[in-house]
């Protein structure tokens, strides 16, 4: 038994995946997810006309900044406990006792769902992203319909499903292509964009870092989804990655903080204060803000319906318009390769602690490749129900993918808080922030707060019934299934949940192992109708 799979089992688990990942890799699945470029793209059509230049500049400053303290909290609580479970885990662990089975059904239910949601997400903005490279092809002739959309989001849905359903050494290696993929797109667009772009579409300094549209602050909190989809995804992938208690935080911190440097870069000015290539070191949002022109509502108002692509359009023409979007394209569909597999992690650990309906199915790995393709299909399945929304049109679809974020804020801030005020004994990983370790989450804590109850406002003020955010009521309506769920008479998780289920020790087939093949580890066995654990024994 290795260092990692000893760790693991005094986690209360034996080890079931190969671990393929190397440090490097995970990074590559948490930074493929935040796909900076592609998921720039998909945003832009709030930023322009909610906030302008300064929501695109100084909103992705402002959340990527506060990003960060939730990255380094997620890091130290993965360094210390890196398993599949993750947030669910953390909270059972570090909770006040009398709390711990309820909050730890919450967050793990939340959690699971908020990455299925999140999915769908993904795959709507790839199929979205797809159709308009189809508009710019035909001069702009060509608007999808909703049905038209909705198809080739399933496809998608279909084919990453497929992809998440490979070896995980096969997803390991093509981590490499990814990120040099993501990285060499986001320098073509910062380089060619402003070589490319006629004068007239050049702004000023002034407009660049100090224009505005309408009101920036929602905006600001919808420019923090990018970033805020990697926080715990490599959490996820961490029974699959070598070293892992340093490896996940290494992977948490640094997807976040690339994406920080190049989403804005650096800005070096030298009289005259004006764009020019000798005097600018570009981000890409920077790059954007200056080559965008100042029509900002035909960029809003393109008929591809996306503003990036009308900005390609205006600078490099059809031909060289269609050769980067087909790249943004292609990096977008590697965010829904790794976003199928960490949804699929997530429900395959909820699954093996007994606690979803069918668990002992989706529990199931694939002899051959080793991974769970039941919890994979399982997360597209309930990613292609929540994508039927879109047909109740643009408002549910607005609080659908709202919520996604609220709940996912929710699913975070539980385990931050239950690890300073739950009164339970901390032991730090290899990635340790000591005395900072509150205050960093403490200002993770509120910045979740504040974007939640931000999100939930609508966009325009006395909107009527047709254009209100139903955020809260979606929200709102899911923890109250979950609660509704855990007290159920008889059937409820109160009567049978008992938290997260020790199965080191016990083969596949459900045999308890020799003694030869503990290797010295200490562990008790699970058997039918007993659930225990040493971890467990610890925390009761």
């Known amino acids: 038994m290795n260092q990692d799979e000893a760790f693991l089992a005094r986690l209360g688990y034996k080890q079931d995946f190969k671990r393929a990942f190397s440090k490097i890799e995970l990074f590559g699945v948490s930074f493929s997810v935040i796909g900076i470029l592609p998921s720039l793209a998909g945003v832009l059509i709030f930023a322009i006309p909610y906030g302008g230049p300064v929501a695109m500049v100084w909103g992705w400053t402002a959340c990527a900044f506060f990003s960060m303290f939730i990255a380094t909290a997620t890091a130290e609580l993965g360094s210390a406990a890196p398993t599949a479970g993750g947030l669910y885990y953390w909270t059972f662990r570090y909770a006040p006792k009398r709390w711990r089975y309820i909050l730890s059904w919450l967050v793990g239910y939340t959690n699971t769902v908020a990455y299925c949601v999140g999915l769908t997400s993904t795959e709507w903005t790839c199929a979205v992203a797809l159709l308009a490279g189809v508009s710019i092809g035909s001069d702009l002739t060509y608007t999808p319909t909703t049905t038209q959309t909705f198809g080739v989001f399933t496809a998608l849905l279909v084919c990453h499903a497929l992809t998440a359903s490979m070896s995980n050494s096969i997803l390991a290696r093509l981590q490499g292509f990814v990120i040099a993929c993501n990285i060499l797109l986001a320098l073509g667009v910062i380089i060619a964009l402003p070589l490319a772009t006629p004068k007239e579409f050049i702004n000023s300094a002034g407009y660049a870092f100090g224009h505005f549209e309408n009101c920036g602050l929602l905006v600001i909190v919808f420019r923090s989804r990018p970033a805020e989809g990697a926080f715990d995804i490599s959490v996820h992938i961490s029974e699959e990655a070598s070293n892992a208690s340093f490896a996940v935080p290494f992977a948490t911190i640094s997807s976040p903080l690339v994406a920080l440097i190049l989403g804005w870069g650096n800005y070096l000015s030298r009289p005259p204060f004006e764009y020019n290539a000798d005097n600018m070191v570009l981000g890409i949002n920077v790059a954007i803000v200056f080559c965008m022109g100042t029509d900002i509502k035909s960029i809003i108002g393109s008929p591809t319906g996306q503003p990036f692509a009308a900005i390609l359009f205006n600078s490099f023409g059809q031909r060289g318009t269609l050769a980067v979007w087909s790249i ?45 393709i039941y919890a994979v299909w399982g997360s597209a399945l309930l990613s ?28 975070l801030s539980i385990p931050f808080l239950c690890r300073d005020f739950g009164g339970q004994e901390w032991v730090p990983g290899v990635f340790d922030l000591g005395r900072l370790g509150p205050i960093v989450t403490a200002v993770a804590v509120v910045w979740m707060a504040f974007s939640s109850v931000i999100l939930c406002f609508p966009e325009n003020p006395g909107p009527p019934a047709s254009e209100m955010n139903y955020t809260v009521l979606v929200v709102g309506g899911w923890v109250c299934l979950c609660l509704l769920y855990y007290w159920f008479p008889v059937y409820g998780g109160m009567y049978w949940f008992k938290g997260p289920v020790a199965n080191v020790g016990v ?31 610890e925390l009761s």
């Open 328 to 372: 943004v394209v292609f990096a977008q569909f590697f965010i829904g390769a790794s976003a199928v597999m960490a949804a699929s992690r997530q429900m395959w650990a909820f699954s093996r602690d007994g606690v979803l309906p069918f668990s002992s199915f989706l529990y199931r790995r694939n002899k051959k490749t080793g991974t769970p």
């Open 384 to 411: 292609f129900i929540a994508g039927l929304m879109v047909f109740a049109g643009p408002v549910a679809v607005s609080a659908i993918f709202s919520a996604c974020v609220v709940a996912q804020n929710i699913s």
């Open 507 to 537: 083969t596949e087939r459900g045999e308890e192992e020799s003694q030869d093949e503990k290797l010295g580890v200490e562990v008790v066995t699970l058997r039918e109708g007993t659930r225990s654990s040493s971890l467990m024994n």
